[in-house]
């Protein structure tokens, strides 16, 4: 069963000068364990596909179904908590918040859902991305690479049902980012959880068991690659 779907999917910006249309009736299903890389030039569509399906923005047209609701039916707060419980993002700049250390930085999506022992849960996740050691650590005392890797422990601390990963590796050397791709991988398998993941690296490719190029807003190819 589809944990995503994506419907005849348009989005359409309106700018001062004419509609800008950045999707044009896409289509995309995703089940639990998929790993999907998401390929095209700049301004493709890609970002744009990524906040639709995480709930961050809304289609202009057609519809995005996230574990069996329709954004497009919701209002803020239900977005908002949909996002909170469902979604999970990686951002190429990490994200962290440098006047926490590793650890409150994993715990903090917990804290704000009152869950319990948000300690125990961030310990256990960083434990996962083999970061357990550096939890005292401000993020100015990390590499980019283990930087990254915690922000993976805080997009996971929660048991996401989808994980949203823009450009992952785009900071990182070859090296270091193949080690956060085969976290990814893993995460998909260990938790069963979608990872969507939009990147220009060929190199990336290789990680993920599906393909979708991206070409003017439209899928060009779609390919399963194991």
């Not at 996230?66 to 993002?89: H, I, P, W």
Request: net charge neutral; proline share 4%.
């Amino acid at each position: 069963m589809a944990l995503l779907e994506v419907r005849n999917v348009t989005k359409i910006y309106q700018t001062e000068s004419a509609p800008v249309p950045a999707l044009q009736g896409l289509s995309l299903e995703a089940e639990p364990g998929d790993f999907i890389a998401l390929v095209g030039r700049s301004g493709c569509g890609k970002s744009t596909l990524l906040n639709l399906c995480g709930a961050m923005d809304l289609p202009t047209s057609g519809e995005v179904i996230l574990d069996g609701r329709a954004t497009a039916s919701l209002d803020d707060s239900a977005l908002t908590r949909l996002r909170r419980e469902k979604v999970g993002f990686i951002f190429q700049s990490f994200q962290l918040l440098h006047t926490q250390t590793a650890v409150e930085n994993v715990e903090l999506p917990l804290l704000l859902a009152r869950a319990r022992n948000p300690r125990k849960t961030a310990l256990e996740r960083l434990r996962w991305v083999e970061m357990d050691e550096y939890a005292a650590r401000f993020p100015h005392q990390l590499s980019g690479g283990q930087q990254q890797r915690v922000a993976i422990a805080r997009s996971l601390v929660h048991n996401p049902r989808l994980l949203l990963a823009d450009e992952p590796t785009g900071n990182l050397d070859t090296v270091t980012g193949e080690l956060v791709l085969n976290l990814l991988h893993r995460a998909a398998r260990d938790f069963g959880v979608v990872v969507i993941m939009a990147t220009h690296g060929a190199e990336s490719i290789s990680f993920a068991a599906r393909l979708v190029r991206l070409r003017d807003g439209r899928i060009e190819e779609a390919a399963v690659l194991r």
